[in-house]
Every structure is written in structure tokens, then in C-alpha cells.
């Protein structure tokens, strides 16, 4: 199953659009005419990019040309050249470019209702909200723990606008859920009295070598990258890093302390590595030991990337988490994140415990909906497959 989880995970370089039209008749001579594009249109739009320097703070080091538009697998800048988009806007344009009916849903839903806030119900948050949880338990009917838990209640979820704020959300129900394990008296008899005693010591987070989960507090404290963490130091407390796929290592680092863990299935940000399956069913048993919470981060991986809905659907059911984060590609470039949690989690997190101002707006959450519905289909998540066997065996 490892074996091939790796081959998949290979395929997270291809998205559903169509970006292997022009991959063939690529040649080497491709990276001289783009240093040639760049300076050209650097050339024909100084405004912009002076204004991008003088306005903007420097956070990013951008090529000296200026997108205008996009269509498909394809983008524009401002002298009309035209590039083969492998960026996807970061792994987020899964339907493309202008694509006909997230625009048409765009331009319908603006002339309706943009944003009311979480303090009014509005149709679309929680129509999308029972489709992610529709849709990730019928692709996977052999779980029956974490999310797939068979309870009357179900998975719910929670939107957000972006993927680090999921990941921040999800670390606050881990720490509220540790809490939760301590005052009701389900820590194991092997759990020191010191932890007994006082729920805020089972507050401990712990993430993985080369993962990445986001530049904000929480987030930054568990992507273990000295080049993202060490300007911002000190980190929030409590934060731990253990080396991925090593057993040994994470049983040692996930303890009675534990209050939650997260890993991505398939991580992106260094180089495409999976996790091995008994890895995965290991940590998950331990998280089950220690009463921890398990945490995968989809943001990157997940939504049909892997070829499947989830990447952790192609792991065998004991490996099932107890909270998916996920972003991206979600409304294919219009700002939005969720958190799925376990019915256990839902039943500790009550009102007032979280919160967002634009999270779950009408707008993103129609546009979910309709990305939702194209990536979830066996014809996509087979091109998916398709175009990821292709740039396996020709890059």
C-alpha cells in the first residue's frame, strides 16, 4: 500500500484542468523564451510593478511580468503572451482558469448576497457543508472511526477563509478537547497524577519534519522550517516536531501530554513525500492510547489531487483522522478554508468557541459547491489519475 501511495503522490503535480494539452511539444529552449517573455513584459508594464514596489510590503519575489487573465490551463500578461500555468495559483485553480460556471455563479451570487456574517443562517454555507460531509463519507464507506464515526450526530463543519486558519481552528479544538479528555476522567491509568490534576498540562501539539501548515502563530510553531519559524521566535508553547515516517520517534514524541497531532497524508512544501501506512495506522493507535486528537492536513493534498476525494482515502480505514483540514482549491480561487471534525470533536466545541467574520459567506460557499461537484466525480478524479501517469512518465 505504500508503494502505492507514493505512485499517487506523484500524481499531486496534476490537477483536473487540462494542463497537459501542450506538455509533448515542450523543449528545452522553454526557460530562454520565458527570461525573454519576463523582460518584455516587464517592459510594457512599469506601473504596475513600480507600484508593487513602492505600495506593497516585500513579502514575495515575483518575476518582473504582470498576469492580466487566464482561460483554462493557461494565463496572459499584460502584452498578450501566453504561459502553460503549472502554479495553478498554488495548488488552487483545480477547474482552470475563467472557468464558464464558477464565474457564472460569481457574477449571479454578487447580485445577491456577498456577505451577512455568522450571525444570520444564509443558504449556501451549510448546503456546502453537508456535501463535504456527504460527499468524504460515502467515497470511503469502509471508515467507521474519527470522521467516519458511526453516531447519530455525524462530522460537521467549520468554514474559514483560508488554509491556516483551518489548521488554527483545528488547533484550538485539539486544545479544548484535551482539556475535555482530562475533566472527564478518560485519561489511562498510566497517565501521570500531575495530568490528572491540572487539564491545561494535556495541551501539547506535535507536527512532522518537512510538513508545512501556515505562516500564522500556531501554524508557523508546527511547520518546523527554520527559514519560516526563526524571524518570529518565540513560537507558542508547547509545540513539538518528530521526524516523519519514523514510529520510534513519534511514539516517543506523542504523550500523555498530547493534545493533538497533524500531518498531511502527502506532503507538498519540500519535495512530494507520502507517509507510509504504518506510519499512519501507528499514529493513529497512539493518538487512540494517549487521547489525542488526530489531524490531517489536506489543504494541499486533498480534493482530488491524489487522484482520490482525500489523500488519506487511499490509507486503510484504521487510519481514518479525527479532523480534515482543507482550502485551495475549494472555490478555485476564491478565499476559503473548512475544518471537518469528528462527532466526538463537534460535541466539545460550543457557542462562542470559535469564530470568523467571513468565513462561510454566501459567495465562496456557492462557488464550493459548484467546484465541489465537478471535482467529486469518477470522470475527474480519472483524468486526475490519467494526467498524473503522464508527467510521472515523462517529466
Known amino acids: 500500500m505504500s508503494s502505492l501511495i507514493l505512485a499517487h503522490s506523484k500524481r499531486l503535480l496534476a490537477t483536473g484542468s487540462s494542463r497537459l494539452l501542450a506538455l509533448q511539444g515542450m523543449k528545452q529552449s522553454a526557460c530562454s523564451r520565458l527570461y525573454h517573455a519576463t523582460a518584455a513584459a516587464a517592459m510594457a508594464s512599469p506601473k504596475a510593478i513600480e507600484n508593487t514596489e513602492k505600495f506593497m510590503l516585500n513579502t514575495y519575489a515575483r518575476p518582473a511580468l504582470v498576469l492580466s487573465h487566464g482561460k483554462g490551463s493557461y494565463v496572459y500578461d499584460t502584452t498578450g503572451r501566453e504561459y502553460l500555468d503549472f502554479t495553478?495559483?498554488?495548488?488552487?485553480?483545480?477547474?482552470?482558469?475563467?472557468?464558464?460556471?464558477?464565474?457564472?455563479?460569481?457574477?449571479?451570487?454578487?447580485?445577491?448576497?456577498?456577505?451577512?456574517?455568522?450571525?444570520?443562517?444564509?443558504?449556501?454555507a451549510p448546503t456546502l457543508a453537508q456535501r463535504i460531509v456527504t460527499a468524504t463519507t460515502e467515497a470511503y464507506p469502509q471508515g467507521t472511526q474519527g470522521i467516519?464515526?458511526?453516531?447519530?450526530?455525524?462530522?460537521?463543519?467549520?468554514?474559514?477563509?483560508?488554509?491556516?486558519?483551518?489548521?488554527?481552528?483545528?488547533?484550538?479544538?485539539?486544545?479544548?478537547?484535551?482539556?475535555?479528555?482530562?475533566?472527564?476522567?478518560?485519561?489511562g491509568k498510566a497517565v501521570s497524577e500531575a495530568v490528572h490534576g491540572d487539564p491545561n498540562l494535556k495541551s501539547g501539539l506535535v507536527s512532522f519534519t518537512g510538513?508545512?501548515?501556515?505562516?500564522?502563530?500556531?501554524?508557523?510553531?508546527?511547520?518546523?522550517?527554520?527559514?519560516?519559524?526563526?524571524?518570529?521566535?518565540?513560537?507558542?508553547?508547547?509545540?513539538?516536531?518528530?521526524?516523519?515516517?519514523?514510529?520510534?520517534?513519534?511514539?516517543?514524541?506523542?504523550?500523555?501530554?498530547?493534545?493533538?497531532?497533524?500531518?498531511?497524508?502527502?506532503?507538498?512544501?519540500?519535495?512530494?513525500?507520502a507517509a507510509h501506512v504504518d506510519f499512519m495506522r501507528a499514529l493513529r493507535r497512539r493518538c487512540d492510547q494517549v487521547g489525542a486528537l488526530l489531524i490531517y492536513d489536506e489543504?494541499?493534498?486533498?480534493?482530488?489531487?491524489?487522484?482520490h476525494l482525500w489523500a488519506h482515502h487511499m490509507l486503510p480505514a484504521d487510519c481514518s483522522p479525527d479532523i480534515v483540514t482543507m482550502a485551495k482549491p475549494l472555490a478555485n480561487g476564491i478565499p476559503i478554508g473548512a475544518i471537518l471534525v469528528s462527532p466526538k470533536v463537534a460535541e466539545i466545541i460550543h457557542t462562542g468557541d470559535h469564530g470568523t467574520t467571513f468565513g462561510g459567506n454566501p459567495l465562496a460557499c456557492r462557488v464550493g459547491c459548484t467546484v465541489l461537484d465537478h471535482i467529486n466525480t469518477p470522470e475527474f478524479l480519472a483524468h486526475v489519475n490519467e494526467a498524473g501517469e503522464v508527467l510521472e512518465r515523462e517529466l
Open 148 to 187: 467516519y464515526a458511526k453516531d447519530d450526530s455525524g462530522a460537521r463543519v467549520f468554514f474559514s477563509n483560508s488554509g491556516t486558519e483551518a489548521n488554527e481552528g483545528a488547533l484550538k479544538f485539539a486544545r479544548k478537547y484535551g482539556k475535555h479528555v482530562v475533566a472527564a476522567g478518560q485519561l
Open 88 to 124: 495553478a495559483g498554488i495548488a488552487v485553480t483545480a477547474l482552470g482558469h475563467s472557468h464558464p460556471e464558477v464565474a457564472a455563479v460569481v457574477a449571479d451570487q454578487a447580485t445577491k448576497l456577498v456577505h451577512c456574517s455568522n450571525l444570520y443562517h444564509n443558504e449556501w
Open 211 to 273: 510538513g508545512f501548515h501556515g505562516r500564522s502563530m500556531g501554524a508557523l510553531s508546527l511547520t518546523a522550517n527554520p527559514k519560516y519559524q526563526k524571524p518570529f521566535t518565540p513560537l507558542i508553547p508547547g509545540a513539538v516536531t518528530a521526524r516523519y515516517n519514523s514510529i520510534p520517534e513519534m511514539s516517543a514524541f506523542v504523550d500523555e501530554r498530547t493534545c493533538g497531532v497533524i500531518v498531511e497524508p502527502i506532503q507538498g512544501e519540500g519535495g512530494i513525500h
Open 299 to 307: 489543504i494541499q493534498c486533498g480534493l482530488g489531487r491524489s487522484g
